[in-house]
């Protein structure tokens, strides 16, 4: 099982940056999918998730708005839109999947805001 994501780096506040997970192993259509981002001394909090189908989406209240979870079960891929970045979104963020209490977790990719 390998979920790799993408795309983080250092952008300025009110920047945009697209994460992307690309995931093997296993049947993705099958599992819900989930970005979680951690700060330094923080603890692991959920950024955003989505069905197996797509059809159902759930945002944290912070990023309502802002961020936009989509998937491409063709392409086993999960992604983040992050629109208008604050400082406050800088962090490791991990792409995540689940089905029942089955869970996996790529390694994590930075995103720094700052100016």
């Known amino acids: 099982v390998q979920l790799v994501e993408s795309g983080g780096g250092l952008v300025q506040p009110g920047g945009s940056l697209r994460l992307s997970c690309v995931a093997s192993?296993?049947?993705?259509?099958?599992?819900?999918m989930s970005w979680y981002r951690q700060a330094p001394g923080k603890e692991r909090e959920l950024v955003a998730s989505?069905?197996?189908?797509?059809?159902?989406?759930n945002y944290a209240d912070s990023m309502k708005g802002r961020f936009t979870i989509s998937r491409d079960n063709a392409r086993n891929t999960v992604s983040l839109q992050m629109n208008s970045l604050e400082p406050e979104d800088t962090a490791v963020y991990y792409c995540?999947?689940?089905?029942?209490?089955?869970?996996?977790w790529g390694q994590g990719t930075q995103v720094t805001v700052s100016s």
């Open positions: 995540g999947a689940r089905r029942a209490n089955i869970r996996y």
């Open positions: 192993g296993f049947t993705f259509s099958n599992y819900g």
């Open positions: 989505i069905s197996s189908t797509g059809g159902s989406t």
